[in-house]
């Protein structure tokens, strides 16, 4: 019964372990047996010849997986399991991964991968073991918890992977998601020769984009990333110290993208009057949009990105970008060009998703808030100012129950945390034990009131984040609540 944990590692976790298997079995074609035997690499002679950028590939590649792993385990509640998950789960994905190369004619699998592989995974675990023993998530918590309005997990992710999916080359400079004409072209070869043929749109043949609809177009792409920035962040000098992280993001991933390109001469080639000025627009309306709340944030973001996918994708491709698409699929990028591609042309359409959901659902941690406002005028008719309130159950049926998990000892620690920060007492601050809250789903639970603020923790570190935060400064800790429709 282990508590609905919100975290950034498992899904960055996911994102680069599919960059991982992609790296290592690309281009998927060809499988037929070698005639081996998919362990025989681990007996077989050492290879001849490596370069150091092999070792350091193989080496810190597998780094975030491990460091990665072993924090999404420990902040699903199962710290003692994080270390040992994130030593061997990158080894047993190398092992495996090597395994199937062998039934791949242009990939040869490798015991010194493997090795190299499973210790980069190694450091990445003891990495994360340190972060956890030192508390350092703990800080990394406050600072979310100081600097995110909405917690929206998925957001922050496609937020991180903005910088990535600029790195491919695009039809415009920042033109992510130009996929209309791919899309039919795909629906029209999957349809071919059924009764659905006639049903696929006729290509319609794309007029040229003038500067003045390319810089539009860079300014409304350049734009949305900004937005959803602010639809997350609380706003003032955490959403103006982000758009100058955002300015510098964008100028550093167009110049990276022409450099990896082109060469680093030509890094700043892309940059066109059309472009710098496309930029200049996104800076004003950037800076115009600051002082919009969260949810008009949001609702800005879906139609302006709409407009821009609408303009971007009635555009035609033009000839230098044929010319970059054969650098990056045949050339030295030719292992990671389809994750790059893909990040770029689904990336608009995530962030819609993103959007749709924080236009639609206010923040809980905003309405937590309010119902905690005092009525103006009115006198506190509570003799605690908060209440907190542990289910310490212990069911004789054997079945899971909160003090199975470590609910005394957590009611302990906030006992003792709240005397040593000096907030127990009439007027401020009351822990107490509680029977069945009857949400066992979700436990071990507390509750906290006036605000009926409901919990799910699972170690000593989340109650210090909660009588710190909650407690005595009032700020609801939203990555721990537990979902309103958890019950027994």
């Known amino acids: 019964m282990a508590a609905t944990r919100r975290t950034m590692a498992a899904p960055l976790a996911l994102c680069w372990l599919v960059l991982i298997v992609y790296a290592s079995l690309y281009p998927f074609s060809g499988w037929r047996s070698q005639g081996v035997t998919p362990w025989a690499y681990l007996d077989a002679p050492w290879p001849r010849y490596w370069t150091g950028f092999d070792v350091l590939t193989n080496l810190l590649g597998y780094v975030p997986l491990g460091l990665l792993f072993a924090l999404a385990l420990a902040r699903s509640g199962h710290t003692r399991l994080a270390w040992l998950f994130g030593l061997l789960g990158p080894a047993l994905v190398s092992l495996l991964l090597e395994a199937l190369q062998s039934y791949l004619p242009l990939r040869v699998p490798s015991l010194v991968d493997a090795l190299l592989n499973a210790a980069g995974g190694a450091l990445g675990g003891g990495l994360a073991l340190s972060l956890l023993r030192r508390r350092w998530i703990r800080s990394w918590n406050r600072f979310r918890n100081a600097w995110q309005a909405e917690e ?19 039809p415009i400079p920042y033109g992510l998601g130009q996929v209309w004409s791919r899309a039919v072209s795909a629906l029209a070869a999957w349809l071919q020769d059924t009764p659905f043929e006639d049903w696929v749109p006729e290509p319609v043949e794309a007029l040229p984009i003038g500067p003045l609809e390319q810089a539009a177009v860079v300014a409304l792409c350049l734009w ?15 959403r103006l110290v982000f758009s100058g992280c955002w300015l510098l993001l964008a100028l550093a991933g167009g110049a990276l993208s022409s450099a ?13 009057p059309p472009t710098w000025l496309g930029m200049l627009l996104a800076v004003s309306l950037a800076l115009a949009s600051l002082g919009l709340s969260q949810r008009a944030a949001a609702v800005l973001l879906l139609l302006e990105l709409g407009l821009a996918l609408g303009l971007l994708n009635g555009a035609p491709d033009i000839p230098y970008f044929v010319e970059s698409l054969e650098v990056w699929e045949q050339g030295r990028f030719s292992r990671f060009h389809g994750v790059s591609q893909w990040l770029g042309w689904l990336w608009p359409y995530a962030a819609l998703a993103i959007g749709l959901r924080l236009a639609l659902y206010p923040p809980r941690a905003l309405q937590c808030q309010r119902m905690s406002e005092p009525t103006q005028g009115a006198e506190p008719s509570s003799y605690y100012q908060r209440h907190i309130f542990f289910c310490l159950n212990q069911r004789a049926n054997g079945e899971s129950c909160c003090a199975d998990h470590g609910a005394q000892a957590a009611f302990d620690h906030c006992k003792a945390r709240v005397k040593e920060l000096g907030l127990a007492g009439p007027g401020k601050v009351r ?20 605000e009926a603020v ?10 210090d984040e909660i009588v710190e935060s909650h407690l005595r400064d009032g700020r609801v800790v939203e990555r721990l609540l537990t979902p309103p429709d958890v019950g027994r």
């Open 260 to 272: 990896l390109t082109w060469g680093p001469v030509h890094a700043w080639d892309g940059f066109t």
């Open 431 to 450: 822990v107490n034990k509680a029977g069945c809250l009857d949400r066992c789903a979700g436990g071990p639970i507390a509750v906290v009131y006036p």
């Open 224 to 238: 949305a990333p900004a937005l959803l920035g602010y639809a997350l962040l609380r706003g003032g000098r955490h």
């Open 454 to 463: 409901w919990y799910s923790f699972v170690d000593t570190s989340d109650i």
């Open 152 to 170: 929206s997990v998925g957001g922050i992710v496609v937020l991180l992977l903005w910088p990535l999916a600029l790195l491919y080359p695009t």
